[in-house]
C-alpha cells in the first residue's frame, strides 16, 4: 500500500473567520466592485488598527507604495532611499515615479536596513527614506525620524510583511508621513491580492482617494473631465469584505506567528550553524517569515543540501530576496548599483524561509525541525 508523502506548504492563509459570510453578502447583494460598504468598513478598521486616521485601499502591496510617493510629490530628479535586502516591489514603486532609489546595506543582526549608513547615501536630492519592517521586524524608526527631521526628508514605511507590529510601543505604519501595506495571500492578513496607504494627514488622504480612482472628483458628481493622471488601483469590496473579517482577528493571527517563531527557535536551539533574525530593541516582531540564515561550515550542509532533503521530505521552502544592487533591471534603470553590500550577500546567499502559517501545528514544526538536526 502506498501512502501519501506529507506535505507541508511555506505558507497558507488563515480564514477562519466572518470570510465566508461576508464573502457571500458581497454576492447576494450584488455588490462585487470597488463600491459596496465592506471597502469602507475594511479601511476604517485596519487604519484604527494601526493607529492612523485614514485608510485607502487598494488592489495590492506594490501599487499601495506607489501611490504613497505620488501623493507626497516624489517624481523625476528625486531620490529615495530604501534597504538593498528588500522585496524588488520597494524599489519598483519608486521607479514608477521616474525616482531613483538609493540602496542602503542591511542590519546584520537585524536584516533591516542600517540607519548607520542612511546619511552617507544621503545627497541634495534625496527626498524621502523607505524604510522596510523586514519578515515584520521593525526598524529602528527613532534613528529614522532622527535623520529625516534632520535633513526634511518625508518618511515612507513599508510595512507589508509588520501587520500589528510594535516599535517602542507605538504600531508600526504611524511613524511616517504615510505607510503602506500588503495583504497578499502569505501575509500575516490577507485578502488573496491587496494593499492600503495608512496615514495621519487629511490631505494625503484625499489625495490617495483622488488619484486611486483615476481622478475622478471625490466630494462631487462623476463627469468624464480630468484635470490629473491618475490610476486604477480600486480594491473590490469582496477582497475587502475578506479583510474586514481578518481585521477582526489581527492580533490572534499575529500571537500565532509569534508563537510559532518561538517553537521553530525552541526546537532548533542547539544546531549549530543556524542562525535566526534578532529583534529590534523595544520592539514587537510579527514574525511574518521564519527565515533561518545558515553557516555552511558549522552546520555541515550547504543551503541547497537542506533544502532539497526538505523537499524530499514534503518541506516547502522559498529563497531570499537577492539584494537591489544585483538587479540588472535597476542597472538598466540608471540606478547606482556600484558598491559592496555583504551582509545582504550573505542574507541571499545563506537564508532561506521555512514554513510560516500562522496556524501551522506544534507537531509540523516538530517534524520540520528533526528534519533539520538530523540532517
Known amino acids: 500500500m502506498i501512502t501519501e508523502q506529507k506535505y507541508i506548504p511555506v505558507c ?26 465592506y471597502v469602507k468598513a475594511f479601511e476604517e478598521s485596519f487604519s484604527a488598527y494601526c493607529d492612523c486616521n485614514y485608510g485607502v485601499a487598494v488592489c495590492n502591496g506594490t501599487v499601495s507604495l506607489h501611490l504613497a510617493l505620488t501623493a507626497l510629490g516624489i517624481g523625476k530628479g528625486d531620490e529615495v532611499i530604501i534597504p538593498n ?38 545627497t541634495k536630492n534625496t527626498k524621502a ?44 505604519g504611524s511613524f511616517s508621513d504615510i505607510a503602506s501595506f500588503s495583504f497578499f495571500a502569505n ?37 468624464y473631465q480630468h484635470d490629473d493622471i491618475g490610476f ?28 510559532n517563531h518561538n517553537l521553530y527557535k525552541k526546537y532548533l536551539s542547539e544546531v549549530d550553524g543556524i542562525t535566526f533574525q534578532k529583534d ?13 540564515l545558515l553557516d555552511t561550515k558549522k552546520y555541515g550542509h550547504s543551503k541547497e543540501e537542506l533544502i532539497e532533503h526538505l523537499k524530499n521530505n514534503g518541506v516547502d521552502t522559498r529563497l531570499l530576496f537577492t539584494g ?6 535597476l542597472l538598466d534603470f540608471g540606478c547606482n548599483c556600484q558598491g559592496e553590500y555583504p551582509v545582504t550577500d550573505n542574507l541571499t546567499q545563506n537564508g532561506f524561509y521555512l514554513p510560516s502559517a ?13 528534519l533539520i538536526k538530523e540532517f
Not at 506544534?362 to 520540520?368: F, G
Open 12 to 37: 497558507e492563509p488563515c480564514l477562519d473567520g466572518n470570510e465566508k459570510k461576508y464573502v457571500m453578502d458581497c454576492m447576494e447583494t450584488g455588490w462585487i466592485s470597488s463600491s459596496g460598504k
Open 85 to 122: 535586502f528588500t522585496m524588488i516591489a520597494s524599489a519598483y514603486a519608486v521607479c514608477y515615479t521616474g525616482a531613483k532609489p538609493v540602496f542602503v546595506d542591511a542590519d546584520a543582526d537585524t536584516w533591516n536596513i542600517d540607519t548607520n549608513k542612511i546619511e552617507e547615501k544621503i
Open 129 to 172: 527614506i523607505m524604510p522596510v519592517h523586514i519578515f515584520g521586524n521593525p526598524c529602528n524608526m527613532s534613528k529614522i525620524e532622527e535623520i529625516a527631521k534632520k535633513y526634511n526628508l518625508y518618511i515612507i514605511e513599508d510595512a507589508a510583511e509588520a501587520h500589528g507590529a510594535l516599535y517602542n510601543g507605538k504600531k508600526v
Open 187 to 223: 501575509k500575516n492578513l490577507t485578502t488573496g491580492e491587496g494593499g492600503m496607504v495608512v496615514m495621519k494627514d487629511e490631505n494625503y488622504y484625499d489625495k490617495c482617494r483622488y488619484l486611486k480612482n483615476m481622478s475622478f472628483p471625490i466630494n462631487a458628481p462623476r463627469i
Open 232 to 259: 486604477n488601483y480600486r480594491m473590490s469590496n469582496i477582497h475587502a469584505a475578506i479583510g474586514l473579517a481578518q481585521v477582526e482577528k489581527a492580533d490572534e493571527y499575529r500571537d500565532m506567528r509569534i508563537k
Open 280 to 292: 529590534e530593541e523595544n520592539s514587537l516582531n510579527v514574525n511574518w517569515m521564519n527565515t533561518i
Open 324 to 329: 537591489m544592487h544585483r538587479q540588472k533591471c
Open 358 to 370: 500562522s496556524n501551522l501545528s506544534e507537531d509540523d514544526i516538530k517534524y520540520i525541525c528533526n
